[in-house]
Structure formats: structure tokens, C-alpha cells
């Protein structure tokens, strides 16, 4: 891994078009993928990806926050910012994966979610802190992976894991560094030193005990090599699952890893 990038460099990568997405993973490290749409409730957000796949044979459930690449995917993926009817089509995943004993893998890349009116008119704040609850509550496996921007309440209502996994150049923190800037020094143009002071690379959640694992991506990123990720993401995603079903009380577990956050020292490997 690479020490030499600022926190700010790391931000630029982590929102590279090129650098792969959820659905890149999903086609590389699973099989038979059936993508479920709909929240039953309101309409399909297609910012939001998910359904059932095979993972090395076994069934699992993955859910991910979605970007484009062009214009024209952006506009239809709402530059990964899901409103409300995302978040509750992916509760209604993770019920369905509880009810069938099936992990569940979530893949994180979101500036956030959507602030807009008619999001918030139709429950937003309701939305992610019922993903959020819900999740925390999952009786079976959950292994998050932050692939690219991790960026606040709509990035942890896909990220209520047992093991969270970042790629090196990810990020994942409370809002964007420019938001951070525009509020603290009400100058959006110091992101770059907000960055710094936010601790929120691979590296920095690591050692404050965020995320549990750094996996590496080659020189320039993880769009210079996609192929090289998706072997690292997959031996790290296997071992995760495999040393989440070894330790059992998944719900448990997972509530008193996140209670810990912020008041103890994580344990050194």
C-alpha cells in the first residue's frame, strides 16, 4: 500500500468514474445474480442495487449503492444518491435474507443520500435510520465492503456489518470534505485540509478501529487493475464471512462492535 497520497488525492480516487462499481463486483465475484427491484411501498430506486446471488456456491444476499459512468447514468442512478424507497427496497432484502438464513454482502460508494424535498417529504430521515436499526439487528452474517466514497447516514445504512472491508483509495466519513469545509470554515475551497482533518482513509478508519481491514489496490488505483482488486476483495470477503459464521451471535456481535466505536482502543492483530 501506498503512503505517499494525501487524504485528498485518496478522495479524487475514490471518485474516479472509471473505478469499479457495484455492479462490476457483482458480475466479477458472484453467480446467477437475481436483482430484486421495488420497495413495495413507493417505486424502484435504481441507486439502490440488490437480490440473490451464489457466492462461491453458497446463497447469499448483496445489496450496494450504484453510480454511472456517463451523463446519462448519473442522471438515471441519481449519482448514487438513493432517496428513501432505496433504503427500504434494501430493509425488505435484508428481512428476506434473515428469513432464509442467507449472509448478507453490501458494497458501499455514495456521497450520501439524496437531501432533496421530495425525498425528505417521502421519509428519507425515517428510511435510513429504519435500514440502519434494521440492521443492526440481523440474525445472520453481514460483511460490508467500501469500495469507493462512504459518505454519511447513506453510507452506514448499508454498512451495519460485522466486518467492514475498505479499499485502500475508499473513504468513508460523516459528510464530504467540501461540506465539512463549507460549514466549519464556511469555505468549501479548503476541502483538501478538511480532508486531513476528518480521518476518513482506509488507513485512518483502520486504526481507529472503523473498518477492520485494508485491502490494497495497485499504483493509481483500483481502476488500473480491476481485475487484481476483485481476487483481493474476494480472498478478504471470504475470510470475513468464514471468521463471522466461526464466532455465531451475528446480532450480538455486531451490536457491541459498534458500541465499542469511539471508546476504546482497537485491538491490535
Known amino acids: 500500500m501506498s503512503d505517499q497520497l494525501t487524504a485528498a488525492q485518496r478522495v479524487a480516487l475514490s471518485r474516479q468514474t472509471t473505478r469499479p462499481g457495484t455492479a462490476d463486483y457483482i458480475a466479477a465475484l458472484f453467480t446467477d445474480f437475481f436483482q430484486q427491484r421495488g420497495d413495495r411501498q413507493g417505486r424502484e430506486d435504481p441507486s439502490i442495487l440488490g437480490g440473490i446471488a451464489l457466492y462461491h456456491g ?5 445489496i450496494g449503492h450504484r453510480k454511472g459512468r456517463t451523463l446519462e447514468e448519473n442522471l438515471t442512478y441519481n449519482f448514487g444518491m438513493p432517496g428513501p424507497e432505496g433504503y ?39 428510511a435510513i435510520a429504519s435500514a440502519i436499526a434494521r440492521m443492526s439487528t ?14 454519511s447516514g447513506g453510507a452506514l445504512a448499508l454498512a451495519v456489518a460485522n466486518r467492514v472491508l475498505i479499499l485502500e483509495n475508499a473513504v468513508y466519513s460523516i459528510l464530504s470534505p467540501e461540506g465539512f469545509a463549507s460549514i466549519l470554515w464556511k469555505d468549501a475551497g479548503r476541502s483538501g485540509e478538511a480532508a486531513e482533518l476528518m480521518k476518513l482513509t482506509a488507513a485512518d478508519l ?27 476483495v474476494d480472498a478478504a470477503l471470504s475470510a470475513a464471512l468464514a471468521q463471522v459464521a466461526r464466532e455465531g451471535d451475528f446480532a450480538a456481535r455486531r451490536w457491541e462492535k459498534f458500541r465499542k466505536m469511539g471508546t476504546c482502543a482497537p485491538e491490535k492483530e
Do not use: C, S, W
Open 138 to 151: 440481523l440474525n445472520v452474517p453481514v460483511v460490508t465492503v467500501v469500495i469507493g466514497e462512504g459518505g
Open 206 to 232: 483502520k486504526e481507529l478501529g472503523v473498518a477492520d481491514q485494508v485491502i490494497p489496490e495497485p499504483a493509481g488505483g483500483a481502476q488500473e487493475d480491476p481485475q487484481t482488486v476483485f481476487d483481493a
Open 58 to 62: 453458497r446463497p447469499v444476499t448483496v
Open 88 to 126: 427500504r427496497k434494501a430493509i425488505r432484502l435484508m428481512e428476506q435474507a434473515e428469513k432464509f438464513r442467507r449472509p448478507v454482502i453490501t458494497f458501499v460508494d455514495t456521497p450520501g443520500a439524496y437531501p432533496g424535498l421530495e425525498a425528505e417529504a417521502h421519509g428519507q430521515g425515517e
